[in-house]
Structures are given as C-alpha cells and as structure tokens.
C-alpha cells in the first residue's frame, strides 16, 4: 500500500532530510520519547501514515521495516525527573535534540511535527500534522511510539495494578484511580496536575 502525501514545500533537494516526531507529552508517567528518520530514497518504506491511526501490530512491523531500510534513524527521550525539571514543552524539545544528535549519517535538514523547531544548529522547518504529510516524520512517529509503547508494557510489569499495557500512562479513568489508590510511582511526573495532587496524600 502506498500513501498519497499531500504536498509539502520543502527548502531542501538533498538525501539526508531526517523527520523527527515524539510521543508521550499527555502521559502522567514515564519518559518524552523522540525519534528521528532519514529515509532511504532508493528504499521506500509501504504503509507509513500517522502512528495513531495504525493498529500496534502494524506498528511494530513498520518499525522493523524502517530500522531495516533507513539511512540512518535514533529514538531519545527526556526522563520523567526531565519533565519536572524543564517542563514538558522543553523535555519534549531535549529529546528530539538527542535523537537528532545520535544519526549516523548526521542529518542536513529537519521536517519536525508541531509548530516549532527544538533549537537545533542543523536548518529545518516545523509541519503541523506532519505524521500525516511526510513519510519521514511519519516514520519517526513510528519508532517514537513502539519505543514507548514497550517502556510502558514494561512498566507494567513491575507494577501491574496501575494497568499501564493498557493506558500508556494517559490520564484515563483506569489510571487517576489506580493514583488515587496507590499513590504515585517513582516514574511519575510529580509536575503533574493529578499527580502533585496525590503526592499531599501519600
């Protein structure tokens, strides 16, 4: 299956353009995780589209598939004790800037999903619903979403009654309740609203 993107203006001819996508800025726990991809243009990838919008079953296999025929690709994060620190919005941007750091071929250019760049050296543009508009991005949603995914079904294992498999640590009506009768874990984000609140009870 190939996607038809839509069109895109892009100030860059060249062959190392690295999408860069992260996941996990709504969660209560865990890590920011973000991943940056430069396709291989003589290697497409079939079936990128919107991390979200896949199955986790497609997700895995395109993630395996991308690792496989990228020119380059890395997945970061910012940890939780991060996110208190910086804040999410900075967090989220210190973890695309790891990833960005960690390709090997090191990228030329940048396509970033949102509406800003995370203060990189290396030129770029920020595309708003990028996941859905260029393959690159798409890609990197990919890997950035598998990579979390796993942190949380490990996580759940250690600590099952919090239903982390099921909820990825998102504020679901499973998880505020599971904080409001257990308490906060070590990999909670104590800068959060639900979770500051239970930290005064516990």
Not at 7 to 34: M, T, W
Not at 46 to 74: N, P, V, W, Y
């Amino acid at each position: 299956m190939s996607t038809a993107w839509p069109p895109l203006s892009i100030d860059y001819a060249g062959e190392r353009l690295a999408g860069v996508d992260e996941v996990g800025r709504g969660p209560l726990v865990g890590s920011v995780v973000a991943a940056a991809v430069i396709l291989d243009p003589a290697r497409p990838v079939a079936g990128l589209g919107d991390s979200k919008a896949l199955t986790a079953r497609r997700r895995e296999a395109l993630d395996a598939e991308i690792r496989e025929a990228a020119l380059a690709f890395a997945v970061a994060e910012a940890s939780a004790a991060e996110v208190d620190e910086f804040n999410i919005y900075h967090a989220t941007h210190l973890a695309m800037r790891r990833a960005i750091d960690a390709l090997t071929p090191a990228a030329e250019y940048l396509l970033v999903d949102g509406n800003r760049l995370p203060g990189h050296h290396v030129p770029g543009q920020a595309v708003v619903k990028g996941d859905a508009r260029h393959p690159a991005i798409a890609a990197a949603s990919i890997l950035a979403k598998v990579a979390r995914d796993a942190q949380m079904v490990a996580l759940d294992a250690r600590h099952p009654d919090y239903g982390f498999a099921r909820h990825k640590g998102y504020p679901t009506r499973e998880h505020l309740a599971a904080l409001e009768r257990l308490g906060p874990l070590p990999e909670h984000r104590r800068s959060f609203g639900p979770v500051r609140r239970q930290l005064v009870l516990f």
